[in-house]
């Protein structure tokens, strides 16, 4: 089975612009999450998403935003792009349900997608 | 306050010793889990675990919900296993929001 891939894997940007990044999950996994990870601050939630919908939302402004497609898919997209917003950008995927199964919420990421900011 | 909290942040090893990775965490959770980063990005999830112990070859992970603190062990270290092991919990009554430590740097000399 195909793993988690994310496209691009860099990506150069500046100041003011903004950028979208892909994530395609592992065949039948309906969760999408995204992360990002900065030296500074580690690993932090952006939000996640089901069946097309946003399930969760991490602490990050209104700049950063998300979709899914029906084919589970998830775009990330960050307007108006600023310095602090260089970081490797993670998602991860998984099974997704609400059901008793504990292994729903084991994760599987991407490679990331390393976005520097000039 | 961190809500997760590792120990120590960076540990050097000679190959084969024993290494012990603590993480405490503040907070209420569904799961925890045990992540391995190496240099390049890739993250690999090693256990996601809610009680107890799991082991999968060299590596084991333990729990203990009351005093909210979990160890990874990895016993006869290798120089393969130099990363940076993170901790991570889902907390806040969502299952899908993951919270993590800032890691631990792991050097395993040989």
Redesign the interface.
Known sequence: KAGVTQTPRYLIKTRGQQVTLSCSPISGHR?V?W?Q?TPGQ????LF?Y?SETQ??K?NFPGRFSGRQFSNSRSEMNVSTLELGDSA?Y?C?S?L?G?GPL?S??????G??T?LTVL | KNEVEQSPQNLTAQEGEFITINCSYSVGISALHWLQQHPGGGIVSLFMLSSGKKKHGRLIATINIQEKHSSLHITASHPRDSAVYICAVNSGGSNYKLTFGKGTLLTVNP
Do not use: K
Request: proline residues 3%.
């Open positions: 969760s999450s992360y990870q580690g690993l932090q939630f996640e089901f399930r969760n991490g490797l993670l991860a998984s997704g609400r504990f729903y919420n084991e994760q599987f990421f490679p990331g390393r």
